[in-house]
């Protein structure tokens, strides 16, 4: 089994305050409800309980527990001045936690809540600085995904949690990806399956007077538009040479990033399987090991060590739910030089050419 598997490898490097990570697979049965009791305390009692949301696996504190947001931290080996979301599982726990003078929240959770939208509101004392990596301001979201909801609730309402991957690799999209980081780290990982989407949440800050979008994700500009009018974008987010500092601390870190070299060659469809082609053949005559993320369209006519679709170049969905499980397959291929095509940057496309350029290094090869 892969999970065993991960543990032997682990075994050699063992760590002398590693715990024993349970693993429950919940499978719809009655036996569910025990599980998520058991969770729920272990997070009352200030441990951490990794789950599924519609968009990808959350290692989650709680969230009123400074304690609880310093273990975060420490298993994620994530810096402590890069914010947490706090995850809420009732409309009317937003008032609890954050202010919304303008009633701007309330509109945008109508729309978009529960679902994969995270909103950034002034904070109410009742959030410890330690959760918001000492600023004023939070970030809340209300997950769809039941297991995500129920867990919420199970643990008092206020559930901390970053990706539950750890720093700087993609953020894990089914519950073997999380064990393969976090087993020996954390109390517990909730297995709910894949997830549905495959990145995180849109995060809209709604503390200035124009709304901004810090992260985009499944919820668009063009849908939070109908919601508050005009909505613009940091512009930090498909810009490398922009020198302005993201105003998500999280996004100036080198995310999602594979082990080896990742660059994005873009322009029309033949040539850039030609000259991914001419790559990876130089690159495996240094005696490198290539590999190549392609589309449905493409997948048969690239030459390297490991080609992977992402699905079809009209799907976005697709494409988003399969980017980082093979950012991850590569690593455990080993492989050490590797080129995408490049994505429309429409609708969600938005979402999957921040992730990707990211993991690239902004690294792009036009054609
Ligand atoms: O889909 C998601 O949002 C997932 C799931 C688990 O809910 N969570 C997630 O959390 O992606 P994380 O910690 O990996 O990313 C949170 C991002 C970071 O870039 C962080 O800097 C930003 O949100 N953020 C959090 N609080 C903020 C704040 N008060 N102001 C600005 N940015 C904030
Ligand atoms: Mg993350």
Redesign the pocket.
């Known amino acids: 089994m892969w999970y065993n598997k991960t543990k032997q490898a682990r075994g050699a490097r063992k760590e002398a305050d590693e715990m024993k990570t349970l693993y429950e697979v919940m499978d719809g049965s009655g036996k569910d409800e025990e599980r998520l009791k058991k969770a729920g305390g272990i997070l009352k009692a200030g441990g951490l309980v990794a789950f599924p949301?519609e968009?990808?696996?959350?290692l989650g504190g709680d969230a009123l527990n400074p304690a609880s947001s310093r273990k975060i931290y420490a298993a994620k080996g994530r810096p402590s001045d890069?914010?947490?979301?706090v995850?809420i599982c009732r409309f009317s726990d937003l008032e609890r936690i954050a202010w919304d003078p303008d009633h701007r929240a309330a509109a945008v959770a109508k729309a978009f809540w529960p679902g994969?939208l995270?909103m950034?509101l002034k904070k109410k004392d009742v959030i410890p600085p330690e959760t918001?990596?000492g600023?004023d301001?939070?970030?809340v979201?209300f997950?769809s995904h039941p297991v995500a909801q129920r867990l919420i609730d199970a643990a008092g309402g206020f559930v901390a949690?970053?990706?539950a991957n750890t720093s700087g690799r993609p953020?894990p999209t089914s519950a073997r990806y999380v064990a393969e980081d976090m087993d020996g780290k954390i109390d517990m990982i909730l297995d709910g399956g894949d997830v549905g989407i495959g990145l995180?949440?849109t995060?809209v800050?709604l503390t200035e007077k124009e709304p901004m979008i810090?992260?985009p994700g499944y919820v668009t500009q063009e849908m939070l538009e109908e919601v508050l009018g005009s909505v613009s974008t940091d512009r930090t987010i498909l810009d490398a040479s922009s020198d302005v500092r993201p105003?998500?601390?999280?996004?100036k870190y080198r995310h999602y990033a594979p082990q080896g070299d990742l660059a994005i060659v873009e322009g029309e469809p033949d040539k850039v399987v030609r000259r991914i082609n001419e790559l990876c053949a130089e690159a495996a005559g240094q005696g490198k090991k290539t590999g190549v993320i392609a589309t449905d369209e493409t997948v048969r006519l690239y030459h390297a060590d490991c080609v992977r679709s992402v699905g079809s170049r009209l799907d976005e969905a697709a494409i988003a739910h399969s980017l980082y499980r093979i950012l991850r397959e590569f690593d455990d291929e080993g492989t050490q030089v590797m080129y995408s095509e490049a994505f429309s940057d429409r609708g969600m496309g938005q979402a999957i050419m921040n992730r990707l350029l990211k993991a690239a290094g902004h690294h792009v090869i036009p054609v």
């Open positions: 949301t968009t990808v696996y959350g890069n914010p947490l979301i995850h994969p995270t950034i918001t990596g600023l301001t939070v970030a979201r997950p949690a970053p990706s953020s995180e949440s995060i800050d810090l992260r105003r998500a601390p999280g996004m």
